[in-house]
C-alpha cells in the first residue's frame, strides 16, 4: 500500500510528551561539557534511552561506555540521567576522571532516601525491572538489605530479617502496576514505611494520565520512544489495556500503513526521553498517509527545570522563559 493511499483522517497529540526535565538537563550536560572541554566525553551508559539522542551525541563526540576500565585516564566522564550504584561513582572518583553526574535529581531524591533510612536501620523493598539501570543504581547504594520486585507473585517471597521496612520503586514505572504491588506489600507488611512523596516521577504520571484522556478518543496511538526506554513501553501498554492498538516507534520510517487501515484517528504521544524532532517527523509522515487535521489535547503545562552541575553554568533565565515559550504544534 502506497503513502498516497488516504489512511489516516486526524492526529491528536497528547499533552504532555516527550523530553521531560531530567532528559533535558542530561542532554544539555554533554553538550556543555562538549563544548567547555571538546571531544571525546565519555557518557557511562546510554545518557537517555532514546536512539536518535545517543547517535547525534556520539556524532558531536560523545563515546558511550558501559566499563569504566574503557575510560583512560585524566577524561572527562558523564553518568547517565538513569543513577549509578556507589560502587561505580567510588571507582570513577578513584581513577580520578573529571566527573559530571547527569543523574535525573529525582533518582537522586531516591538515592539520599534510601541512604538516610539505611542508616536508621531500615532494609527496602524496591519495586522495578531487573536490569534497568536506575535499579541497578538505586539497589546499588547499599550492599544488603534491599530487595527487588517486579510483580505481585515476588513480594511473597521477601523475608526482612528485620522489622523496619520501607519501600522504593523506579521513577518510570506504570502507575496502575506500581500501585498494584504497592498494595500487595502493604498487606504483606502493615507496617512498611512508604516514600513522604510518590517515586514514579511527575513526567511519568503526566504523560500515562495524558494517555489515558487519549486513548479512548482515538483508533491507534502511536508511541515515540525507542525499545529500551522504559516510560515509553508503558505509554504504549496502557494505551493497549484501554482497548486501543499501540505501537511504538524509534522513528517515522518505522510507521506502518497497514496499522491505519480503517482507523481514521490517530492518537500521538512520546516517552520523556524521545526528542521533539521525532514527533515532527512522524507527523510529517502521517501527514502523506493523509492527515488532514493535527490538533493538540488540552493537559498539564510542565515548567519545572533543573539546574545543570557546578562548572557547566546554567541556561540564564532569559534562555530558559525562550525556550518554554517557543512554539509547538
Ligand atoms: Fe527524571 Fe522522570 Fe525524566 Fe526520569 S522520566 S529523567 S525520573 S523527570
Given at each position: 500500500m502506497s503513502d498516497t493511499t488516504t489512511l489516516v483522517h486526524e492526529v491528536l497529540l497528547a499533552e504532555p510528551r516527550g523530553f521531560c526535565a531530567g532528559v533535558d538537563r542530561a542532554i544539555e550536560i554533554v553538550e556543555r561539557a562538549l563544548t567547555k572541554f571538546g571531544a571525546p566525553i565519555y557518557v557511562?551508559?546510554?545518557?537517555?534511552?532514546n536512539t536518535y539522542v545517543v547517535n547525534d551525541l556520539k556524532a558531536k563526540g560523545a563515546i558511550f561506555i558501559e566499563d569504566l576500565a574503557e575510560v583512560p585516564p585524566g577524561a572527562t566522564l558523564v553518568f547517565s540521567a538513569h543513577g549509578v550504584s556507589r560502587a561505580v561513582r567510588d571507582e570513577a572518583a578513584a581513577r580520578g576522571f573529571q566527573i559530571f553526574d547527569a543523574t535525573c535529581p529525582l533518582v537522586t531524591k531516591v538515592h539520599v532516601e534510601v541512604a538516610k533510612l539505611a542508616r536508621e536501620g531500615f532494609e527496602f523493598i524496591m519495586i522495578g525491572h531487573k536490569g534497568h539501570p536506575e535499579v541497578e543504581g538505586t539497589m546499588g547504594q547499599l550492599s544488603q538489605g534491599i530487595y527487588l520486585v517486579e510483580e505481585v507473585a515476588d513480594v511473597r517471597h521477601v523475608r526482612p530479617r528485620g522489622d523496619k521496612l520501607a519501600v522504593v520503586t523506579q521513577t518510570t514505572l506504570s502507575v496502575d502496576d506500581a500501585a498494584g504491588i504497592l498494595a500487595e506489600v502493604k498487606a504483606q507488611f502493615p507496617h512498611v514505611r512508604e516514600p513522604k512523596q510518590q517515586d514514579i516521577c511527575y513526567a511519568t504520571q503526566n504523560r500515562q494520565d495524558a494517555v489515558k484522556v487519549l486513548a479512548p478518543q482515538v483508533d491507534v496511538v502511536v508511541v515515540v520512544g525507542s525499545p529500551t526506554s522504559s516510560n515509553s513501553n508503558r505509554l504504549r501498554e496502557l494505551a493497549e489495556r484501554l482497548g486501543t492498538d499501540a505501537y511504538m516507534v524509534d522513528a517515522a520510517d518505522d510507521l506502518q500503513p497497514g496499522w491505519f487501515d480503517g482507523k481514521p484517528r490517530v492518537g500521538l504521544t512520546a516517552g520523556a526521553s524521545a526528542p521533539d524532532i521525532l514527533v515532527q517527523q512522524v507527523i510529517a509522515r502521517l501527514r502523506a498517509l493523509g492527515a488532514v487535521s493535527v490538533r493538540r489535547m488540552h493537559g498539564v503545562e510542565e515548567t519545572i527545570h533543573f539546574p545543570l552541575p557546578m562548572g557547566l553554568g546554567d541556561k540564564s533565565m532569559q534562555q530558559v522563559a525562550a525556550e518554554r515559550s517557543a512554539p509547538r504544534p
Open positions: 557511562r551508559h546510554e545518557i537517555v534511552h
